[in-house]
């Protein structure tokens, strides 16, 4: 099943703090959550294993509740280059090593 | 960082075409191989799974013989549009993950770009 990610889309001024959400509804192994350009491929940002992890690169951080099999990705102070469209994967307790991803969260950051 | 290397990045053909795309993992062993489906601003809709050395499973919806996938070594899997038609024009993104699972990200190839006239 697809995880459900929200908001759909932020608008946010430099600077400006954002939250992304992804909840799934079946038990999960790990948390995927990448950041896509217009026309490029996604790039990778952190991986959250079962165990309730939370990750941080830069300012742009993590957190994996495996209870409510949800996670956020924190993106504090925001830059111009935050922009894309962010797109959490699930991976199922399985471990069949697919990974299904959410329809995104379109981010647009103003000067 | 592991690199994946996708290739071509655009293809534009006349209908009836089939058209190869190669996903390869340059600097690491990919036991495992994906293939992504991208509509303009839509979600990655996986379309197959695919091990190396064995036959590739597929996705709920996806024809398995419109879309032949090989994955002949642990660095290279190819998937190939059969006679193309309009309706398969989209975005085609690889991706490969490495032995060691647990902490290993998916690695995303560059995208083809597929235009059928």
């Known amino acids: 099943q697809q995880p459900v990610q929200s908001p759909q889309a932020v608008i946010l001024r430099e600077g400006e703090d954002a939250v992304i959400n992804c909840s799934s509804s079946?038990?999960?192994?790990?948390v995927h959550w990448y950041r896509q350009k217009h026309g490029e491929a996604p790039v990778f940002l952190m991986i959250l294993l079962k165990g309730g992890e939370q990750k941080g690169h830069e300012k742009i951080s993590a957190s994996f509740n495996e209870k409510k099999q949800q996670s956020s990705l924190y993106l504090t102070a925001s830059q111009l280059s935050y922009s894309g469209t962010y797109f959490c994967?699930?991976?199922?307790?399985?471990?069949?090593?697919?990974?299904?991803f959410g329809k995104g969260t379109r981010l647009h950051i103003l000067p | 960082g592991a690199v994946v290397s996708q290739h071509p990045s655009w293809v534009i053909c006349k209908s009836g075409t089939s058209v190869k795309i190669e996903c390869r993992s340059l600097?690491?062993?990919?036991?495992?191989m994906f293939w992504y489906r991208q509509f303009p601003k839509q979600s990655l809709m996986l379309m197959a799974t695919?091990?190396?050395?064995?036959?590739?499973?597929?996705e709920q919806g996806v024809e398995k013989d419109k879309f032949l996938i090989n994955h002949a070594s642990l660095t290279l899997s190819t998937l190939t549009v059969t006679s193309a038609h309009p309706e398969d024009s989209s975005f085609y993104i690889c991706s490969a993950r490495g032995l060691d699972r647990p902490n290993q990200p998916q690695h995303f190839g560059d995208g083809t770009r597929l235009s059928i006239l």
């Open positions: 079946k038990a999960l192994y790990s």
């Open positions: 695919s091990n190396e050395g064995s036959k590739a499973t597929y």
């Open positions: 600097d690491f062993q990919a036991t495992t």
């Open positions: 994967g699930t991976e199922g307790e399985n471990r069949d090593d697919k990974i299904i």
